[in-house]
């Protein structure tokens, strides 16, 4: 009797800690909600973090909600987990590539995952780790011991001819995420 309710409560604390690795998702605005993910760099050479947005469409008006998203109209920000502002983005020489980014169709209660940072800034053999958003928006992250997280506002001003519903236009504060340590080697 007492086994299955260590095993119920155990996979109740292995539930809430899946949970709470989570980002958060922003408050819905116009029908969409966003959060950020930062994970570490894929390679083990590389100080770059890779930062995603997820998107999903929350309102309930039928069809594609067409975002003409694009990470310029981020405004990020860099803070210690007490919430104290990092250091503004530092002025690296940045030489990278960029997509080209089109409006992005996206269902009704669809969500949508996708990388938005093209890493280009200039480094030197570091134990930091970086977060490059573009040219003059680049975050060395110290590793001392503080925990850092990235946040920011995504700002889609409306057009002429929108559609009401189906063309996403708002201002949606994206949730504090928390940045990756750099890997021991």
Known sequence: MRKPVLLV??????????????????KPI?????RLLVLP???????????????QNVGNTGGQMRIRFNPDLITFQVT????????????????GMVP?????????TG??????????????LTDKVIVDMGPGRT???????????LSGKLSIPRQTGDHPFLDWSGTMELPAVAIPRAKSK
């Open 80 to 95: 210690e987990k007490s919430g104290k502002q990092l250091l503004k983005p530092s002025s690296e020489v940045w030489d």
């Open 111 to 124: 969500t949508i995952k996708f990388q938005i940072n093209f890493p280009g800034g200039g480094y030197r």
């Open 30 to 34: 116009n029908g969409l909600r966003a």
């Open 41 to 55: 760099s894929d390679n083990p050479d590389s100080p770059f973090c890779r930062v995603f947005i997820e998107l």
């Open 139 to 149: 975050w060395p992250i110290p590793q001392d011991g503080v925990e850092y997280e």
């Open 100 to 108: 080209k980014w089109e409006t992005t169709q996206l269902p009704w």
């Open 9 to 26: 409560l155990t996979l109740l604390i292995l539930a809430i800690g899946a949970v709470a690795q989570e980002s958060a998702w922003s």
